[in-house]
């Protein structure tokens, strides 16, 4: 079945330090990819968005890169800040699913000052 | 603010009870999903609802069921408690079933089982 996997956290950083969050997956057909953030206490949200190979979704200084080849859609950010500490989640969306969401285990960020 | 709401946020209860958890989905929107979010299991797609039908199903036990009713909100029914279904139970909802579709997700019901 499909599959995501992203690496385990958590990542700490110091603000303005660069992020990757690297995600990859397995689905049969072309699914469609996301990126969710969780801040603490709250539900998820959107980050970020890519529904088909080369697309680049970008949000808030957060992009990722739909790479059909090597199967992967990393998380990146040039500059964090400490209100980007959360759990961030790589989630994918088959075509002969619904709209189901299967995420990843999450990653959870923190950053210092 | 998602447009989703849940209800209650948090719910205490013994094992071998039976809870319901209500979600309403953002306005005109027909899909709702239920996840459930474990520290052991992650988050893990439970059911998909589409206009009052069963849509799709993940790994929801036969303990829990739903429905969604004709004004589209949603019941997550969770019968015969025991201490591993203690978890935070999110609802989402979409305008439809695309695979591009975003789904909104609410705050979530945190569930323990005591």
């Known amino acids: 079945g499909d599959s995501v996997t992203q690496m385990e956290g958590p990542v700490t950083l110091s603000e303005e330090a660069f992020l990757t969050i690297n995600c990859t997956y397995t689905?049969?057909?072309?699914?469609?990819l996301f990126w969710y953030v969780q801040y603490p206490g709250e539900g998820l949200q959107l980050l970020l968005k890519?529904?088909?190979?080369?697309d680049k979704g970008s949000n808030k200084g957060f992009e990722a890169t739909y790479r059909k080849e090597t199967t992967s859609f990393h998380l990146e950010k040039g500059s964090v800040q400490v209100s980007d500490s959360a759990v961030y989640f790589c989630?994918?969306?088959?075509?002969?699913?619904?709209?189901?969401?299967?995420f990843g285990g999450g990653t959870r960020l923190m950053v210092k000052p | 603010d998602s447009g989703v709401t849940q209800t209650p946020k948090h719910l205490i209860t013994a094992t071998g009870q039976r809870v319901t958890l209500r979600c309403s989905p953002r306005?005109?929107?027909?899909?709702v999903y239920w996840y459930q979010q474990s520290l052991d299991q992650g988050l893990q797609f439970l059911i998909q609802?589409?206009?009052?039908?069963?849509?799709a199903k993940g790994n929801i036990l036969e303990r829990f069921s739903a429905q969604q009713f004709p004004d589209l909100h949603s019941e997550l029914n969770l019968s015969s408690l025991e201490l591993g279904d203690s978890a935070l139970y999110f609802c989402?909802?979409?305008?439809?079933?695309?695979?591009?579709?975003?789904?909104?997700f609410g705050q979530g019901t945190r569930l323990t089982v005591v």
């Open positions: 989630a994918l969306s088959a075509k002969n699913a619904g709209n189901m969401l299967t």
């Open positions: 689905a049969t057909g072309y699914p469609s």
């Open positions: 890519a529904t088909k190979a080369d």
């Open positions: 989402a909802s979409s305008p439809g079933t695309g695979k591009n579709t975003e789904a909104f």
């Open positions: 306005s005109g929107d027909l899909s």
């Open positions: 609802y589409y206009n009052g039908e069963e849509r």
